[in-house]
Every structure is written in C-alpha cells, then in structure tokens.
C-alpha cells in the first residue's frame, strides 16, 4: 500500500533551522508531484511548496526565500529545508504526493518554534 512517512520534525529556537523528509513507498515516485503542507492549530493546512515531477518548484509567499523543497527520485524522499524559523511556523507538517486526480498524505510531523 502507499505509504508516506515524515521525520525531521522536533523543537528549534527562533532562526534556527530544520530538515523535514518524507519517504514514500507503494508509487512511482518519479511520476508524482510532492508538496509539503502545514496545518497550526485552528487554521486550515496551507501549501508550502511543490516539486513536479520533473523537478520545477513553487514556494508560497510566506515562506519565500526560507524555506526549499527538494527531490531524490533514487531514494523516493522529498524534503523540506526550513531554515529562519519563526514562531508563527510552529505547526503540523504534512507531505503529499499528488498525479492528477489521485492524491496521498503522511502522518504529519511536528514542528515547535520557540521564541
């Protein structure tokens, strides 16, 4: 079955940095689009940022120029680089890997900024 697993989530102090991953399983990796996600609590789960499946990339406004999605399609993983965390970036993050009409997410892993 698909799986989507994320890791690299914890706690981190105000500007420093993070690595999520997320490593999928049961696709054809290299056909999917990957995104990265979040939802804080009482909000609704905003897109990050995408990487199609030929490597072009999108990156929503509030984390323009801090955050950078990447893609291994040897190893099946996308990640996340966070780097000047703030506060308001605590929240769940989620992966999603999406072709067409067809959509898959992780678990979620936490992310804690503290001031």
């Known amino acids: 079955q698909v799986q989507l697993v994320e890791s690299g989530g914890g706690l981190v102090q105000a500007g420093g940095s993070l690595r999520l991953s997320c490593a999928a399983s049961?696709?054809?990796?290299?056909?999917?689009?990957m995104g990265w996600y979040r939802q804080a609590p009482g909000k609704q789960r905003e897109l990050l940022a995408v990487?199609?499946?030929?490597?072009?990339?999108s990156t929503a406004d509030p984390v323009k120029g801090r955050f950078t999605i990447s893609r291994d399609n040897a190893k099946n993983t996308v990640s996340l680089q966070m780097n000047s965390l703030k506060p308001e970036d605590t929240a769940v993050y989620f992966c999603?890997?999406?072709?067409?009409?067809?959509?898959?997410w992780g678990q979620g892993t936490q992310v804690i900024v503290s001031s």
């Open positions: 999603n890997a999406r072709m067409g009409g067809t959509y898959y």
């Open positions: 049961g696709i054809i990796f290299s056909m999917y689009a």
């Open positions: 990487i199609g499946s030929g490597g072009s990339t």
